[in-house]
Nanobody
Framework: QVQLVESGGGLVQPGGSLRLSCATS????????VGWFRQAPGKEREGVSC???????HYADSVKGRFTISRDNSENTVYLQMNSLKPEDTAVYYC??????????????WGQGTQVTVSS
């Protein structure tokens, strides 16, 4: 059974940092792309970042230079390091996969999400 479980969210002040984790199971992470998405209240879900099986990385313009995605295949985990956080980064963050090697799939498999709140 494929599972993705996010953790690491919380309340942080503007300018602070958080590291989100996406623990995966039920498939071999090495072969597949995983993406991070977020959804703020009243807004549509948006893509944040994605890492493909070959290590290719994509970022939304809004997070470039502040967020870093990485993967540890031995731990079956994908990370999202978020620095210089802004109030507009407040959202529920999700990881997802479509069990394909490249980014840009349909992302049919999702975690339950983790809340990130950036506020003073």
């Amino acid at each position: 059974q494929v599972q993705l479980v996010e953790s690491g969210g919380g309340l942080v002040q503007p300018g602070g940092s958080l590291r989100l984790s996406c623990a995966t199971s039920g498939f071999t992470l090495d072969y597949y792309a995983v993406g991070w998405f977020r959804q703020a209240p009243g807004k549509e879900r948006e893509g944040v970042s994605c890492i493909s099986s070959d290590g290719s990385i994509h970022y939304a313009d809004s997070v470039k230079g502040r967020f870093t995605i990485s993967r540890d295949n031995s731990e079956n985990t994908v990370y999202l390091q978020m620095n210089s956080l802004k109030p507009e980064d407040t959202a529920v963050y999700y990881c997802a996969t479509d069990l394909v090697p490249h980014c840009g799939g349909e992302y049919e498999l999702w975690g339950q999400g983790t809340q990130v709140t950036v506020s003073s």
